[in-house]
């Protein structure tokens, strides 16, 4: 199956900062999604990231807040932008890598203060 | 209500014991069912997939989905200190708008040895 690097692992941010997440897979693919995991929470769909268009946003997700680059079928970014305490989380990234096949990226651990 | 509804626990078991998680939803466009593994400061990982209704099994791990009652589980039988995790129920519909996976908030199961 398919290997995702995300990096950072992990980071703790001023708040009004950016942090820009990267992922890399091993192959390519079509479809990225980035998730944010919060304690007791599900993983919420921030965005689906398909390469040669703009990025589809979830309910509550605005690209001004969280920009996605998609460049190729193997690399995605996602900024979280003008930091604030309530945007300390797990941000992961994922791809689809067959039918059931989902993986998941790590994961960077965000800490905002 | 949420689509997806998983008892968080968590839930501590004997090394050897029988462990039963479950998932519960609402959304009956929903035909593809799977079950993630999680460990501590990783990433989720694909552990069993079914399609539709119906049992599966791999190993020490049976899945079962019942349709009807929109209530899916997991088994795992003799249970080991490594099975201690946070286990995530998805699921995702058959294409367009239900392609989304939804996740249920995780079980968070330790295996006492």
């Known amino acids: 199956s398919a290997v995702i690097s995300q990096k950072p692992s992990r980071d703790i941010c001023q708040r009004g900062t950016s942090l820009t997440i990267q992922c890399q897979v091993d192959s390519q693919v079509t479809m990225m999604f980035w998730y944010r995991q919060q304690p007791g929470q599900s993983l919420t769909l921030i965005a689906t990231a398909n390469q040669g268009s703009e990025a589809t946003y979830e309910s509550g997700f605005v690209i001004d807040k969280f920009p996605i680059s998609r460049p190729n079928l193997t690399f995605s970014t996602l900024t979280v932008s003008n930091m604030s305490p309530e945007d300390s989380s797990i941000y992961l990234c994922?791809?689809?890598?067959?039918?059931?096949?989902?993986?998941f990226g790590s994961g960077t651990r965000l800490t905002v203060v | 209500q949420k689509e997806v509804e998983q008892d968080p626990g968590p839930l501590s078991v004997p090394e050897g014991a029988i462990v039963s998680l479950n998932c519960t939803y609402s959304n009956s466009a929903f035909q593809y069912f799977m079950w993630y593994r999680q460990y501590s400061r990783k990433g989720p990982e694909l552990l069993m997939y079914?399609?539709?209704?119906g049992n599966k099994e791999d190993g020490r791990f049976t899945a079962q989905v019942d349709k009807s009652s929109k209530y899916i589980s997991l088994f795992i039988r003799d249970s080991q200190p490594s099975d201690s995790a946070t286990y995530l129920c998805?699921?995702?519909?058959?294409?367009?708008?239900?392609?989304?996976?939804?996740f249920g908030t995780g079980t968070l199961l330790a295996v006492q040895p």
């Open positions: 998805a699921m995702r519909g058959d294409g367009g708008a239900t392609n989304k996976l939804i």
């Open positions: 079914t399609y539709s209704s």
């Open positions: 994922s791809a689809v890598t067959g039918t059931y096949g989902y993986t």
